[in-house]
């Protein structure tokens, strides 16, 4: 009496309607792939705000295509009532949830991603200590590569509980803090001007954007920071090491010593 | 009748780029798609900027004129005026032609060592202008981007806003007036530049075309008359097309053009101390590379991008997000 209660909720599925689900699915996928494998090209021939919002097109795409093929595919199987849907969601999402929290969890959060937009392609995070750049969003995971060229893959579920530090969110703008590490004894407003120097005349930096330098006395000497923006964000680390290296050639002709630090200001590495 | 004409010197802040025709923005986006994906012309080594036909030079009266016509009405005459000058747009030599008829004295650039030390006083004791008005058509030479030669621009710029070294006429290229505007941000007063050319100019300076050709080669060239004599040149060229960048065009193919266009051409020392993170061998690659495909020139000892690439070049650069001149 159930299962006749159960199967009356389906609709008869004929071969018809399983070659028109099948063309469905497969239509689906293949747009997804496609999009998965020309915009991350198109991307990567494009710069700044274009090659991000053709990156950021990937997880739409595929959210829109996903929702089209399910509201197509399920009047095929289930007759559309409001019960019908009800009941049987319900159920599945009940199984779903049991046996595979994490996973369905993560795919839930992957959705959240694409419209709260945490992180995007193209993006700048750093998620429990890792810091790479977004390279793919997946339904499951978002896949970073580190600076080191390490590919790391992190579900999404860490959104619901985690800090998501995100650099340059979205934008082309990313911002980059360089150190310096200078003995007491000189005049900091000469060393303010040259580090803002420094960045003005690098070939990496974007004019558009402001260059600030902040300096803090510390108990073994004075510590700068200079900060100023890329023109391009997968440029950050050549234009640390081109302020380091200007900086520091700078610095040493105006002339100012660098920062010792005193043997009680040496950080113990192990617990004594 | 006498030929009205169509030179025109504006004040910077009014200077308007002319509207491109739709089918000349539509043409700019396919090629800018064809770029995309990897036009296999590019590809080939194109002849040397040499065997490009040179663009025609223009008369320089009628824009000596027009400047006059400007200058003229104003009766309290500022000290110091600023010509802001879009590369190949001829601004130098009108103004040099302008100056040479007023009796100015043209000023020589300081040295590398006066750009070191910023000693702005001895270098205008050398010049040796006394009371003559003067006129200073290098500006992009009075300054290098790198920390050890901004000072010299820096102590000279308020010297001329204030006044101390008489009455003159400065010079100064786009790009250098666009980085000066944020290594110096103060505005720099009276500042002019010419109208963008319109087709009645493309006229009066000899290209004979239909009106639509005409607007659409303004369109091209952003007004800039130069670069629109270029663009002219070549089209007129059976075989010959405009320079395109080589596909191998990269980070540092940017850094370097656009140091060439900061400091309107660069010796290759100079441009060495510019982009000291390129290796040297590195450089000439590059350089030799841009040369090969007509984009940039080698003369005098100075690298210069060609005016026949120009337009290829800003909106590569456009393209990356630099910071570009107001033309």
Same mark, same amino acid.
């Given at each position: &009496?159930? #299962?006749?209660? !159960?199967?009356?909720?389906?609709?008869?599925?004929?071969?018809?309607?399983?070659?028109?689900?099948?063309?469905?699915?497969?239509? #689906?996928?293949?747009?997804?792939?496609?999009?998965?494998?020309?915009?991350?090209?198109? #991307?990567?021939?494009?710069?700044?705000?274009?090659?991000?919002?053709?990156?950021? &097109?990937?997880?739409?795409?595929?959210?829109?295509?996903?929702?089209?093929?399910?509201?197509?595919?399920?009047?095929?199987?289930?007759?559309?009532?409001?019960?019908?849907?009800?009941?049987? /969601?319900? #159920?599945?999402?009940?199984?779903?949830?049991?046996? /595979?929290?994490?996973?369905?969890?993560?795919?839930?959060?992957?959705?959240?991603?694409?419209?709260?937009?945490?992180?995007?392609?193209?993006?700048?995070?750093?998620?429990?200590?890792?810091?790479?750049?977004?390279?793919?969003?997946?339904?499951?995971?978002?896949?970073?590569?580190?600076?080191?060229?390490?590919?790391?893959?992190?579900?999404?579920?860490?959104?619901?509980?985690?800090?998501?530090?995100?650099?340059?969110?979205?934008?082309?703008?990313? &911002?980059?803090?360089?150190?310096?590490?200078?003995?007491?004894?000189?005049?900091?407003?000469?060393?303010?001007?040259?580090?803002?120097?420094?960045?003005?005349?690098?070939?990496?930096?974007?004019?558009?954007?402001?260059?600030?330098?902040?300096?803090?006395?510390?108990?073994?000497?004075?510590?700068?920071?200079?900060?100023?923006?890329? !023109?391009?964000?997968?440029?950050?680390?050549?234009? &640390?090491?081109?302020?380091?290296?200007?900086?520091?050639?700078?610095?040493?002709?105006?002339?100012?010593?660098?920062?010792?630090?005193?043997?009680?200001?040496?950080?113990?590495?192990?617990?004594? | 009748? *006498?030929?009205?004409?169509?030179?025109?010197?504006?004040?910077?802040?009014?200077?308007?780029?002319? +509207? =491109?025709?739709?089918?000349?923005?539509?043409?700019? @986006?396919?090629?800018?798609?064809?770029?995309?994906?990897?036009?296999? $012309?590019? $590809?080939?080594?194109?002849?040397?900027?040499?065997?490009?036909?040179?663009?025609?030079?223009? *008369?320089?009266?009628?824009?000596?004129?027009?400047?006059?016509?400007?200058?003229?009405?104003?009766?309290?005459?500022?000290?110091?005026?600023?010509?802001?000058?879009?590369?190949?747009?001829?601004?130098?030599?009108?103004?040099? *032609?302008?100056?040479?008829?007023?009796?100015?004295?043209?000023?020589?650039?300081?040295?590398?060592?006066?750009?070191? +030390?910023?000693?702005?006083?001895?270098?205008?004791?050398?010049?040796?202008?006394?009371?003559?008005?003067?006129?200073?058509?290098?500006? +992009?030479?009075?300054?290098?981007?790198?920390?050890?030669?901004?000072?010299?621009?820096?102590?000279?710029?308020?010297?001329?806003?204030?006044?101390?070294?008489?009455?003159?006429?400065?010079?100064?290229?786009?790009?250098?007036?666009?980085?000066?505007?944020?290594?110096?941000?103060?505005?720099?007063?009276?500042?002019?530049?010419?109208?963008?050319?319109?087709?009645?100019?493309?006229?009066?300076?000899?290209?004979?075309?239909?009106?639509?050709?005409?607007?659409?080669?303004?369109?091209?060239?952003?007004?800039?008359?130069?670069?629109?004599?270029?663009?002219?040149?070549?089209?007129?060229?059976? $075989?010959?097309? =405009?320079?395109?960048?080589?596909?191998?065009?990269?980070?540092?193919?940017?850094?370097?053009?656009?140091?060439?266009?900061?400091?309107?051409?660069?010796?290759?020392?100079?441009?060495?101390?510019?982009?000291?993170?390129? =290796?040297?061998?590195?450089?000439?690659?590059?350089?030799?590379?841009?040369?090969?495909?007509?984009?940039?020139?080698?003369?005098?000892?100075?690298?210069?991008?060609?005016?026949? @690439?120009?337009?290829?070049?800003?909106?590569?650069?456009?393209?990356?997000?630099?910071?570009?001149?107001?033309?």
């Amino acid at each position: &009496m159930n #299962a006749e209660k !159960i199967l009356g909720l389906f609709k008869e599925i004929t071969s018809g309607v399983l070659i028109e689900i099948a063309v469905v699915i497969v239509v #689906a996928l293949l747009v997804i792939w496609l999009s998965q494998r020309l915009l991350p090209w198109v #991307a990567e021939h494009l710069h700044g705000k274009q090659r991000l919002l053709a990156l950021a &097109m990937i997880p739409t795409i595929r959210v829109i295509v996903f929702i089209v093929a399910f509201i197509w595919i399920v009047p095929l199987v289930i007759e559309p009532s409001m019960q019908n849907m009800v009941a049987i /969601l319900g #159920a599945a999402g009940l199984a779903i949830g049991f046996a /595979l929290k994490d996973y369905v969890s993560s795919l839930i959060a992957g959705i959240v991603a694409v419209y709260e937009l945490p992180y995007r392609p193209g993006d700048w995070i750093e998620v429990e200590g890792t810091y790479g750049e977004v390279k793919h969003i997946g339904m499951r995971a978002v896949e970073i590569v580190t600076p080191d060229d390490t590919v790391v893959f992190i579900p999404h579920l860490k959104l619901w509980s985690n800090l998501i530090h995100n650099a340059n969110n979205g934008g082309p703008s990313l &911002m980059v803090v360089v150190n310096f590490y200078l003995e007491p004894e000189h005049d900091a407003n000469r060393v303010k001007h040259l580090l803002e120097d420094v960045a003005l005349t690098s070939p990496y930096v974007q004019l558009a954007k402001p260059i600030v330098v902040i300096a803090f006395e510390e108990p073994w000497g004075t510590h700068y920071k200079l900060k100023a923006y890329p !023109i391009d964000p997968r440029q950050q680390f050549q234009f &640390m090491t081109d302020l380091t290296a200007r900086g520091k050639q700078g610095l040493r002709a105006l002339p100012v010593k660098f920062a010792q630090l005193s043997p009680e200001h040496v950080v113990q590495a192990t617990p004594c | 009748m *006498a030929q009205s004409n169509h030179w025109q010197l504006i004040p910077f802040e009014n200077f308007e780029r002319p +509207s =491109a025709p739709a089918s000349t923005v539509i043409q700019q @986006a396919w090629s800018h798609v064809r770029t995309l994906f990897g036009r296999t $012309d590019s $590809d080939e080594t194109e002849d040397v900027a040499q065997d490009f036909p040179h663009y025609r030079e223009f *008369a320089l009266p009628p824009a000596v004129a027009a400047i006059d016509a400007a200058w003229q009405e104003a009766t309290d005459a500022p000290r110091v005026r600023f010509v802001i000058s879009a590369p190949f747009s001829g601004t130098g030599a009108v103004l040099r *032609a302008w100056a040479e008829q007023h009796h100015y004295r043209t000023i020589t650039p300081p040295s590398i060592a006066q750009l070191s +030390s910023a000693d702005t006083e001895l270098w205008w004791q050398q010049q040796q202008v006394g009371d003559r008005p003067w006129l200073m058509d290098e500006f +992009s030479s009075f300054w290098l981007r790198t920390t050890e030669h901004l000072a010299f621009v820096r102590a000279l710029l308020p010297r001329l806003l204030r006044g101390e070294l008489g009455q003159g006429v400065v010079v100064i290229d786009s790009w250098t007036y666009a980085f000066l505007q944020r290594a110096w941000p103060l505005a720099l007063p009276h500042c002019y530049c010419f109208a963008a050319a319109t087709p009645e100019l493309l006229q009066q300076v000899g290209i004979t075309a239909s009106d639509k050709q005409l607007r659409k080669l303004t369109a091209q060239a952003r007004g800039n008359l130069g670069v629109a004599l270029a663009l002219w040149a070549v089209a007129q060229s059976s $075989d010959k097309r =405009a320079p395109s960048l080589p596909s191998e065009a990269d980070d540092s193919t940017a850094f370097i053009l656009y140091s060439l266009l900061l400091h309107h051409g660069l010796q290759g020392e100079h441009l060495q101390w510019v982009l000291p993170m390129l =290796a040297a061998d590195q450089l000439d690659v590059q350089l030799l590379r841009l040369q090969q495909h007509g984009v940039v020139e080698y003369d005098d000892q100075v690298w210069r991008v060609t005016a026949y @690439a120009y337009r290829e070049v800003r909106d590569f650069l456009s393209g990356r997000g630099y910071w570009l001149d107001a033309f």
